[in-house]
């Protein structure tokens, strides 16, 4: 018989948003060829039903989601009406993060093996509130405690859960797609040139420190822009960001186009990464698998990915400035500074690698707890 498995907790494939709806596209596909009977949760703003499709050989559910009041109908609509459908359906439910626990009491009355990939430390975004970030934390220690098996992309995430909430978790890369050149010429669109600007892709939010990175180069002496690529969403923290006028800088919002995203990553000067939320981000290795440099925020989960392959910067007044300006003025160490990331990104985070991991967790899993 197939093994059935549901994927939630992502906003839904096909993927337009982050790092674990990218999972679920990818995972979705392989499993599917792999002879598993795969379905995926997805995001439907209508409240009247919406019949399932399939994409790849996965079925996609959809359930309601309530765009104006998204904290409150995230996790008391979308994911519990998720977990209830699939309770009762699946063999396996893999939850991508765990931001309401509470209803993993179903499908683990059931009997139905429950896996949650964690993401990152959650409850030191600094977009949330102080009573958030404490019911956030709150929910992974529950969530530990929950699941047959807690799964994290970072070693490093790894070790905090076993000291925090006394569970082994199992490592599992963050695996991404390699990102094949494209023309120069379709830089035209934005009236970019090849090598001449820096690229940022990440959602605008204070602790991806898109502020910190648009400050220090505007104090910067670099000809080159900088093109800030995510979705210009109504909050005061956009808001402010735009108001930093400097002509070198270009926000182009949201681009989910894989191929414009493409051209931009492989005709970047360099690539800067300001994420101080945990785990190995997709948008790094991403720009590790176009050879891109690395001008990275020095902290200990970035370091674990990128290694000796990136610039580090840290938040001290002027050390970003000081670093894009010495990459400006010594070419001769940026080669082989992108050789080792392309080599490390396939050495740790190909698509092959995530896929064997899961495929073989998924071959051997049994339905009783692994505590």
């Not at 519990?80 to 309401?100: A, E, H, T």
């Not at 009236?191 to 204070?206: D, G, H, Q, T, W």
């Amino acid at each position: 018989m197939k093994k059935s498995i549901a994927i939630i907790g992502t906003r839904g494939i096909p993927a337009n948003y982050g790092g674990f709806e990218t999972i679920a596209k990818h995972l979705g596909k392989e499993l599917a060829l792999r002879n598993f009977e795969v379905y995926v949760s997805c995001e439907t703003k209508l409240l009247k039903p919406k019949s399932p499709q399939d994409y790849n050989g996965t079925k996609l559910v959809y359930f309601p989601i309530i765009e104006c009041i998204r904290n409150l109908s995230e996790p008391f609509l979308y994911d519990m009406l998720s977990i209830l459908y699939f309770s009762f359906k699946v063999d396996v439910i893999l939850m991508l993060g765990c931001y309401f626990p509470v209803s993993l009491f179903i499908p683990r009355l059931l009997g139905r093996v429950i896996l949650v990939n964690v993401d990152g430390l959650e409850w030191k975004r600094r977009k949330f509130g102080p009573f958030l970030r404490f019911m956030l934390k709150q929910y992974a220690s529950l969530t530990s405690k929950l699941a047959n098996l807690v799964l994290v992309d970072s070693p490093i995430i790894g070790v905090y859960y076993k000291q925090n909430f006394s569970v082994t978790p199992v490592y599992v890369p963050n695996g991404v797609e390699e990102i094949q050149p494209t023309e120069s010429e379709n830089l035209a669109l934005f009236n970019l040139s090849k090598n001449e600007f820096y690229l940022v892709i990440a959602r605008l939010e204070p602790e991806n420190n898109i502020d910190l990175i648009v400050d220090e180069f505007i104090k910067s002496k670099s000809n080159k822009k900088l093109v800030i690529v995510g979705p210009l969403l109504n909050t005061d923290f956009v808001h402010d960001l735009i108001r930093k006028k400097d002509e070198r800088i270009l926000f182009l919002g949201g681009i989910y186009d894989i191929m414009v995203q493409r051209t931009l990553r492989h005709n970047c000067f360099a690539y800067i990464h300001g994420h101080e939320v945990g785990g190995a981000n997709p948008s790094l290795i991403e720009a590790m698998s176009c050879k891109n440099i690395l001008l990275v925020l020095d902290i200990i989960f970035n370091r674990e990915v990128a290694e000796g392959s990136a610039f580090y910067f840290n938040k001290s007044l002027g050390d970003l400035k000081m670093k894009i300006e010495l990459i400006e003025r010594s070419p001769d160490i940026l080669n082989e500074r992108s050789a080792l990331a392309y080599t490390l990104y396939k050495q740790k985070y190909t698509v092959k690698k995530m896929i064997a991991t899961f495929v073989r967790l998924l071959k051997h899993i049994g339905s009783s707890s692994t505590h």
